[in-house]
C-alpha cells in the first residue's frame, strides 16, 4: 500500500505515518520515503503478517496532521 503526500488534504512537511487497528493499537509507524511515500508491506513492527481488516492511518507533519481508513485484503 502506498500512500502519496501529495494528495490533496495530506500535510506538506508530512514525516511519518502510524497505522492502527480497529481496536487500537498501533501496528507500525512508517518513514517517508524518497518518493514522497509512505510503504505499507501488510506486516507489523514485529515483522508478522497482518490480518485482513479495517486499518487507521495517521499522517502527521510539525502543525497538522490527516487521517483515514482503509482495507488490507489478503
Do not use: H
Not at 506486516?43 to 487507521?56: E, L, P, Q, T, V
Amino acid at each position: 500500500m502506498n500512500l502519496q503526500t501529495e494528495a490533496e488534504g495530506f500535510p506538506d512537511d508530512a514525516s511519518e505515518c502510524k497505522i492502527f487497528d480497529t481496536a487500537g493499537d498501533l501496528v507500525i509507524t512508517l518513514e517517508f520515503n524518497n518518493n514522497k511515500q509512505f510503504t505499507w508491506d501488510g506486516n507489523n513492527d514485529a515483522g508478522r503478517k497482518c490480518s485482513s481488516g479495517i486499518y487507521f492511518y495517521v499522517i502527521s507533519g510539525n502543525d497538522d496532521y490527516a487521517r483515514g481508513k482503509f482495507a488490507l485484503i489478503r
